[in-house]
């Protein structure tokens, strides 16, 4: 049995909406330079530090869902979907 959470008027609050990959590369470079400064204690470091390995695997994880959107989006031409791997680089036709 799933529960669902409940906001403070003791309704169900809807889970939080997915953040955009490009604020999850901004947070994860915001973490990248506050551990860079080397200010931080041992504690703070380290959750700072696990806080960018969480961020990283988000967004690693939302470039894989584009590229498989992108690659699902690709049409042969005579119009059916077919799926291809993306060129490496962009010169490729």
Do not use: H, N
Not at 5 to 27: F, I
Not at 38 to 56: D, Y
């Amino acid at each position: 049995m799933s529960r669902t959470k409940q906001d403070s008027t003791g309704k169900s609050a809807a889970p939080p909406a997915p953040e955009p990959y490009d604020q999850l590369v901004a947070r994860l470079e915001k973490v990248v330079q506050d551990l860079e400064r080397g200010e931080l204690t041992l504690e703070q470091s380290i959750e700072k530090f696990a806080e960018g390995v969480t961020l990283s695997r988000e967004a690693s994880r939302k470039l894989d869902e584009a590229e498989r959107r992108v690659e699902t989006l690709l049409r042969a031409e005579d119009g059916s979907v077919e799926s291809r791997p993306l060129p490496d680089d962009e010169s490729a036709p």
